[in-house]
């Protein structure tokens, strides 16, 4: 019996490792969903906004380094599905959007939610094609699958509603599933090349983005081999744990002083998988390489000297095989001081709490730090709330999911049940600001419905904390920052969850203690202290004015 172009693209699918689909049913996927409804092997979870799924997607893919799928109809459903996928393709993960259209005789007359879905997703889409005819859809839906996973970025597939029905003809279901698995390495004469600079060098740095995620356990090998402090940039935290002896945390805005102190005095910078963009923190008088498996990242950013197209896991094992042991100089001694002397003053300031009853956000990230399991995921939204985890959470083994490139609003929530899914044996946080997580928290009823037990914990400042911060460094008064909020704890009750609504200090560490044992989806909802500020590692003068300038506007009332 002939198969349906539905059925054979759940075919490419499943044989691209695809196991879950994120999306809504509706009138132009129709004919999709019932090949997906009968075929067991593929897991659809419905969602309740099209960017929820395709953050979850994005998620996934940034996760496991597979194929992530979500599906819209015609119009507005595709349209909502764009900014997850930007997500996806700014940070570099796989994922396959597939979108249904208007029926073939209505496509250019103006129809009823129809939209250019091609021209739509062109700047976002690395494969971008319409199925019009059941001879394509071998070859397209394979063509789709292997660009998204070997150019690590987004593929979209259009159906027009009747497409899906049709009977796909056996000589075009024929396709090849090709393994993915990067596991390319530099020429050996570039190879001695840099680990004759390594061994020469006497100030050397490693800073290690996304791409060194994956090569963690060879990254540390080498940095302990060589006695090299290792930077990471803010995607990449917990790709040495935070309170390794080699370790100086993060760079940029929401860094850590010491990593800027590395950066100042290396006379060596290994950027290992970043292109690293803030080229004011990067070294100004330093030999710079840099590894990357796409050779159009090297150079991208910053003139390197030495760039090493690779695998950041195999080139790594061969730079370890060639470079000479070293003992830790005067230079790694002194930024491992300035780093013990930066933890202890995190914390002494988390343990801080103001006058004014509300709680010290820097207090709930050092507590959920403490209280999670070790190898936990960790799905951060931007805003403040990413300042404090990026500075006051210690990292371990545990995953760092967050909207790197894209920075968006909302991503946490489903990157939290993106990530429970693929491993359902870890503990899955959500830990979002207030405005963030109103923006997709429909889906908490998601979590629920499934049975995802994941935990989200959100700073409940009333503010956009981040914006006001903003603001008042530019010199101006806070102003379109506060939020009206619901009962967040409240609502987790109603939605079938647990909630826990925390306003006292003392309440913190006992509620995310029960909230982590819940079999149950829970959000504890924190009323962190708005005036807290978000403050970098080293502040302007500039910086400093703007912000004494928008308090006396604040006062004054102007």
Request: proline fraction near 6%; aromatic fraction near 8%.
């Amino acid at each position: 019996m002939a198969k349906t172009v539905g059925e054979v693209l759940l075919d490419v699918l499943y044989a691209h490792g695809v196991r879950h689909i994120f999306g809504i049913p509706g009138d132009s996927i129709d004919l999709l969903m019932e090949p997906l409804r009968k075929d067991r092997r593929i897991q659809f979870v419905q969602v309740r906004h099209e960017e929820a799924g395709a953050f979850m997607a994005s998620a996934l893919a940034k996760k496991t380094g597979k194929l992530g799928v979500c599906m819209g109809t015609a119009g507005p459903g595709a349209i909502h599905l764009l900014n997850g996928l930007y997500d996806a393709k700014l940070d570099h993960a796989p994922v396959l959007a597939i979108t249904g259209q208007v029926g073939l005789p209505y496509i250019g007359t103006d129809y009823f939610q129809e939209v250019d879905l091609l021209s739509l997703f062109n700047n976002v889409a690395l494969y971008n094609y319409q199925v019009t005819d059941p001879s394509q859809i071998g070859v397209m839906a394979d063509r789709a699958c292997r660009q998204a996973l070997a150019k690590r970025g987004v593929a979209h597939l259009s159906f027009p509603f009747e497409v899906p029905r049709m009977a796909a003809p056996a000589a075009f279901r024929e396709y090849t599933v090709v393994n993915h698995e990067l596991d390319s390495v530099p020429t050996a004469e570039l190879l001695d090349q840099a680990a004759r600079l390594i061994n020469t060098s006497e100030r050397p740095v490693i800073l290690a983005g996304r791409g060194a995620v994956g090569a963690r356990e060879s990254l540390i090998a080498l940095a302990e081999r060589a006695n090299i402090p290792v930077v990471n940039t803010l995607p990449a935290k917990g790709v040495i744990p935070d309170e390794h002896p080699l370790a100086l945390g993060g760079l940029g805005l929401l860094g850590a002083k010491p990593a800027h102190m590395a950066m100042e005095q290396c006379d060596l910078c290994l950027l290992v998988g970043t292109n690293y963009p803030y080229l004011e923190f990067l070294p100004k008088r330093a030999t710079i390489m840099q590894i990357d498996w796409e050779a159009s990242q090297i150079g991208l950013r910053h003139v390197v000297d030495l760039g090493l197209v690779g695998s950041a896991e195999p080139t790594l094992k061969e730079l370890i095989r060639r470079i000479e042991p070293r003992d830790a100089t005067p230079f790694v001694r002194r930024l491992g001081q300035e780093r013990r002397t930066w933890l202890s003053n995190l914390t002494k300031e988390a343990e801080h709490q103001g006058t004014k009853g509300a709680i010290n956000p820097l207090w709930v990230a050092d507590r959920l730090s403490k209280l999670v399991d070790a190898n936990a995921n960790i799905a951060v939204d931007v805003g403040n709330t990413l300042v404090w985890m990026a500075r006051n959470f210690r990292s371990r083994n545990h995953g760092w999911l967050v909207s790197a490139w894209l920075g968006s609003m909302g991503f946490g929530l489903p990157a939290a049940i993106g990530a429970k899914i693929v491993q359902p044996e870890r503990q899955s946080l959500a830990v979002v600001g207030d405005g963030g997580f109103a923006m997709l928290m429909a889906d908490f009823v998601t979590a629920v419905k499934y049975g995802w037990p994941i935990t989200v914990v959100v700073f409940n400042n009333r503010r956009l904390g981040m914006i006001k911060f903003e603001q008042e460094v530019h010199g101006i008064a806070e102003f379109g920052t506060h939020l009206f909020n619901p009962d967040f704890a409240a609502y987790a009750d109603a939605a079938g969850g647990r909630g826990f609504r925390v306003d006292d200090p003392d309440a913190v560490e006992p509620a995310l203690r029960e909230a982590l044992a819940e079999s149950r989806p829970s959000i504890v909802d924190v009323y962190t202290d708005a005036d807290v500020k978000p403050l970098p590692p080293r502040i302007t003068w500039s910086e400093a004015m703007g912000y004494a300038e928008a308090m006396f506007r604040e006062v004054l009332h102007v």
